[in-house]
């Protein structure tokens, strides 16, 4: 090897060569993955701005990785209703609001997302106004339900007797067997209204890896890659030889 650096030994350049092929390909991966989420975001900004379809037309089947903004009719289920415990809007803590929504003709419940309702800081939850009786014409995206991890402690709905029930996890398996009844497959974000004391600011749901994430990984994944290349050289760097010291003649 000219310059500085010796040779290293072909499983060293073998090794090194595959490590850094591997971390390219994750930080390239994490990319893509950045830019598919950016364009969910940007067609889920442009749903909520579309003129709303029927909601018969996507009910059972919504399109993949599509936000349609919907019109339906139904009365709502006032006596069941379910509490998203502390969803992420701000530090006072908080409930999201879901209602079942029974659609004239349909055999399966609507979930409908009312919005969020600020806490007081304490661990009661917010109090409910009453909802309208009667069949009622709503407007929303319909979205897919919000994401949960694992549930510690089994199903806590089922514990419960009395609602409102509150959960920190949104499953709607759950949801579906508390209720005794098929739901459809998503949930029914309404439109903002300023008369309205819910807060409806609906987002897509990503967790802990929102886009900016993605990114950050892949800047570590690149970062590794420039890094086992750096330890080949330095660890095959030629060293100076040592010059001997002056013997006193003395």
């Known amino acids: 090897m000219l ?52 909601f018969a037309a996507v009910a059972d089947r919504p399109p993949p990785d599509a936000y349609p903004r919907v019109q339906v009719q139904g009365r709502y289920l006032a006596d069941r209703i379910y509490l998203l415990d502390n969803p992420k809007h701000d530090d006072r803590g908080g409930v999201e609001v879901y209602v079942p929504l029974r659609v004239p003709g349909g055999d399966h419940l609507l979930l409908a997302d009312l919005g969020f309702l600020p806490g007081n800081g304490t661990d009661q ?35 419960q007797t009395h609602w409102p029930k509150k959960t920190i996890y949104f499953d709607m398996g759950q949801i579906a067997a508390d ?17 309205s004391i819910y807060v409806r600011v609906h987002t897509l749901d990503f967790g802990d890896m929102p886009p900016a994430r993605h990114r950050a990984y892949a800047f570590q994944w690149f970062s590794f890659a420039i890094a086992v290349v750096v330890i080949l050289l330095v ?5 100076g030889s040592r010059k001997s010291r002056p013997t006193d003649s003395r």
């Open 179 to 195: 209720l005794g009844a098929k739901l459809y497959p998503r949930v029914l974000g309404l439109d903002a209204d300023p008369a």
């Open 125 to 159: 939850a917010p109090q409910l106004p009453p909802l309208p009786e009667g069949v009622q014409s709503l407007h929303g995206l319909y979205v897919p339900p919000p994401g949960h991890g694992f549930e510690m402690g089994g199903d806590a709905l089922a514990r």
């Open 3 to 54: 310059g500085g650096f010796r040779r290293p030994p072909w499983w060293a350049i073998l090794l090194t060569a595959a490590a850094a092929v591997l971390f390219v390909r994750l930080g390239f991966w994490q990319l893509h993955r950045a830019d598919y989420k950016d364009e969910l975001l940007r067609r889920y900004a442009a749903a909520a701005v579309a003129p709303p379809q029927d």
């Open 235 to 239: 660890l095959n760097r030629k060293r």
